[in-house]
């Protein structure tokens, strides 16, 4: 990994990457309505089973670009991913350390909340716009399943566990290296852009990508207000990132504010 990492920041300083004539800043502050599914855990906990909660993801993003030849344009993004939901099982299911019991209420708490760092540089700045880079992708989340009841309960038996609570919890956290794109194509004289931006890593079996498609409108040139509305898709299939196993996939609409000077 660290062999790829450097072999691709030499190319991009090779390459004669173009910087802004101009300081420039861009930021975008929105809600992402996400779907779950997928697997989770050793034994592949279904997220589809706990109906997990469809609430919207706050995210934002700021960019600082610069005219000084060589040295990189950073973008700095935050998503809080936190949803919920419960399912009651019918076999036994083994997560990570604890074996939960049959016809147990299984409630699911889920965080994939994170901060990405990302230095990059402009290869094209006309109506064609290409930013290539490398970003550094820290998470801070977690997987907590807990359990309730259970085919053993027999409320008159005091020594069967109907009031035990079982519980485990996957941590997340660590920082991930991704390679950061994004293509936008203006359409001239009319406000509107296509914007593809997107991260992604694969090593050794393990896949996460995190994409997005989106369309821009300059309502407000004057002001250098844009809306923003696409679609964004993530995918984590790992078999061990921090403590976490897991065959996710989220993904869904989502409605930006943009602002660029």
């Known amino acids: 990994m660290k062999k790829i990492t450097l072999a691709f920041c030499a190319a991009l300083a090779s390459a004669g990457a173009s910087a802004d004539t101009i300081l420039g800043f861009d930021a975008t502050l929105g809600a992402w309505k996400p779907a779950y599914s997928g697997t989770i855990g050793v034994n592949n906990f279904n997220v589809d089973e706990f ?22 344009n950073i973008l700095l993004a935050h998503s809080k991913i936190e949803t919920n939901g419960s399912t009651e099982i019918t076999d036994e299911v083994t ?6 019991r049959a016809y147990s209420t299984v409630s699911a708490n889920m965080s994939l909340t994170h901060t990405d760092a990302t230095l990059y540089y402009e290869i094209l700045d006309n109506w064609v716009n290409l930013d290539l880079g490398l ?18 309960c027999i409320p008159t038996v005091p020594s069967t566990p109907c009031g035990d609570t079982q519980s485990e919890t996957i941590e997340l956290s ?88």
């Open 95 to 100: 997560f990570d350390d604890e074996t939960f």
């Open 174 to 261: 660590g920082v991930l290296p991704m390679v950061y794109g994004v293509a936008r194509f203006d359409l001239p004289f009319t406000g509107w852009s296509i914007i593809a931006q997107g991260n992604g890593t694969s090593y050794k079996g393990d896949r996460h990508t995190d994409l997005t498609a989106k369309i821009r409108w300059d309502f407000v040139p004057a002001l250098d207000f844009a809306i923003e509305a696409g679609y964004r898709s993530m995918t984590l299939d790992v078999k061990e990132l921090d403590a976490l196993q897991s065959d996710l996939e989220i993904k869904g609409p989502y409605l930006g504010l943009n602002l660029h000077l």
């Open 51 to 72: 109906a997990l909660a469809e609430d919207n993801v706050t995210f934002i993003q700021a960019a600082l670009e610069h005219p000084i030849p060589l040295i990189p």
């Open 135 to 152: 970003t550094a992708r820290m998470y801070d989340g977690e997987f907590n399943a807990t359990g309730q009841g259970g085919i053993v």
